[in-house]
């Protein structure tokens, strides 16, 4: 054989080499976020993949926090009713009938019938990072308007340390994402939220239930049971307006307020379309599911037959794109 046929056909070889290594074992990047998605910068994402949280600040100017606040206002005086909203009081009021107005509610879940609430799970302002994470059929799956109270002295304002997804029987858990926005300063002192970097990266979901504590524990106020105490942890002081983005298996809570006001903020949890619902049975989320169809059926009936899936697909509201599974 000549050289020259020999060199043919050693070039032919050394091109064919990329094809014999699959394209699956090449080491991606990014786990967390999705390339040419959304607005994330890659340090953002760089961040976001290493933490499993992202603060941007000053996203929602102070018009719309001003009209969340109203709001609120309006549905602690009672002013309109929202259809489908559940209204939560803390442990340490739940049976006082002394106590109205703001003082009396220390969260707001499932407003996607009210049009002035809802539209922060509309905000293109957010979308445009939630996409990075969600891809670009996005499901609004959960919202809250969460009223911190001053603490009684029983300490039932706090919130224990949990992971979100202990809520939602879907998947896949990387393609859900909450955001969080501080309606006023949060610090230390009003129960700011507090998270575990980097702990949504173990890719489990730990066992949760309610923590034994002496004042009592506010309604699926569920905590993780065996969290460990020393791992590193990092309060999120925020300014109104800033937003705080992070992945359901991120471990975090909030802490007591110790200020004489109430602490405000408003979220929504957003997931792909193309995500799937799991069996609950036998599962971690099974107590949880126990408790939330036991609230749906207080306001349907007790003999409603019902499951937590079919609770979810109603609960549901798509907020861009294409409604696919969810």
């Known amino acids: 054989m000549d050289a020259k046929r020999l060199q043919i056909i050693h070039s032919h070889l050394r091109s064919g080499r990329k094809q014999l290594v699959p394209e699956n074992t090449i080491a991606k ?20 993949e290493e933490n499993g949280y992202l603060v941007i600040k000053k996203l ?45 509610i220390t969260k707001i879940q499932d407003f996607y019938n009210d049009p ?10 957010i979308h445009q990072y939630v996409e990075s994470i969600t891809g670009s059929n996005i499901m609004a799956v959960h919202s809250m308007l969460i009223n911190k109270p001053p603490d009684t002295g029983k300490k039932t304002s706090r919130h224990p340390l949990h992971q979100d997804l202990h809520y939602f029987i879907f998947r896949p858990a990387d393609q859900i994402c909450a955001a969080w926005t501080a309606m006023q300063r949060v610090d230390r002192s009003n129960g700011c939220l507090v998270v575990q970097p980097g702990s949504h ?46 992945h ?14 109430f602490r405000k903020a408003i979220s929504c949890h957003f997931a792909s379309s193309e995500c799937h619902y799991i069996k ?14 036991e609230v749906v059926r207080r306001k349907l009936g007790a ?24």
């Open 280 to 293: 609950s049975a036998d599962t971690s989320h099974s107590e949880a599911e126990k408790e939330v169809l």
């Open 116 to 125: 002035v609430l809802f539209s922060y799970c509309h905000n293109a302002r």
């Open 29 to 48: 990047e990014f786990r967390y976020t999705i390339d040419g998605a959304g607005i994330l910068t890659h340090e953002q994402r760089r961040f976001y």
């Open 201 to 246: 990266k173990a890719g489990v979901l730990k066992e949760h239930g309610y923590p034994q504590w002496e004042g009592g524990v506010n309604k699926l106020y569920h905590g993780i049971l065996d969290y460990e105490p020393n791992a590193p942890r990092v309060h999120l002081i925020m300014e109104e307006g800033d937003t705080v983005f992070f």
């Open 248 to 261: 359901p298996l991120l471990i975090h809570g909030s802490g007591t307020n110790v200020s004489d006001g």
């Open 60 to 104: 929602i100017p102070p018009n719309e926090i001003e009209m969340y606040r109203q709001r609120f206002e309006e549905i602690s005086k009672r002013q309109v009713t929202i259809p489908g909203m559940t209204i939560m009081k803390d442990v340490s009021i739940a049976k006082s009938e002394h106590v109205e107005g703001e003082k009396a």
């Open 303 to 326: 003999d409603v037959d019902v499951s937590w899936e079919d609770v979810s697909r109603w609960r549901f509201r798509l907020v861009k794109g294409t409604r696919i599974n969810l």
